[in-house]
């Protein structure tokens, strides 16, 4: 069969390759690799009814630290241009980074504050993504082959 569709069979083979290596980055299978805290943590922001009531604690507590954030989305949907049906989890870090903050960022901070430094702005510790998902190959509308590199974070840190 092959034989007869040489040029198709090779088109084919190729959306069949970059679709098994989608499924391998699959939202479930990295579930699994999660710390036990951080897999909760998700479940429960996805299904806040069956998470357990903490009281105050909880609410409190409920977007504290820098996170990994998924959301489902449709690649003209990140703004960039391409027309496509082609979809994907994109994954972006999110939260605070307080508890991150060093005995050098106090000090900046009070420096600052008491007008030592030259420049008033100091930085602070942000979530930002330590590490980047595989690239995302895929077709636009148009039929034209496209790759996105360090489209979608796979790990977040306070930088």
């Known amino acids: 069969m092959p034989e007869d569709y040489p040029d198709q069979f090779d088109d084919v083979m190729d959306f069949i390759q970059a679709t098994l290596k989608r499924l391998k980055r699959s939202p479930d299978k990295q579930m699994a ?4 805290r951080e897999r909760h943590r998700q ?8 998470s357990r009531g903490k009281g105050r604690r909880g609410q409190k507590g409920k977007n504290r630290g820098c996170v990994l954030t998924a959301i489902h989305l449709n690649v003209t949907d990140l703004g960039l241009g391409y027309e496509t049906k082609e979809e994907l989890i994109f994954r972006y870090c999110s939260g605070s ?5 060093t005995m050098y960022d106090k000090i900046l901070k009070n420096l600052s504050r008491n007008r030592r ?3 008033d702005k100091v930085g602070q510790a942000c979530c930002r993504p330590i590490a980047f998902d595989d690239d995302l190959s895929f077709l ?18 306070c930088i």
């Open 117 to 119: 430094l030259v420049s």
């Open 140 to 157: 636009d509308d148009n039929l034209v082959y496209h790759i996105l590199r360090k489209h979608s974070a796979k790990r977040c840190g």
């Open 97 to 101: 980074c307080d508890a991150a903050e």
């Open 33 to 36: 690799v999660l710390p036990r």
């Open 43 to 50: 479940a429960a922001a996805a299904n806040p009814e069956n």
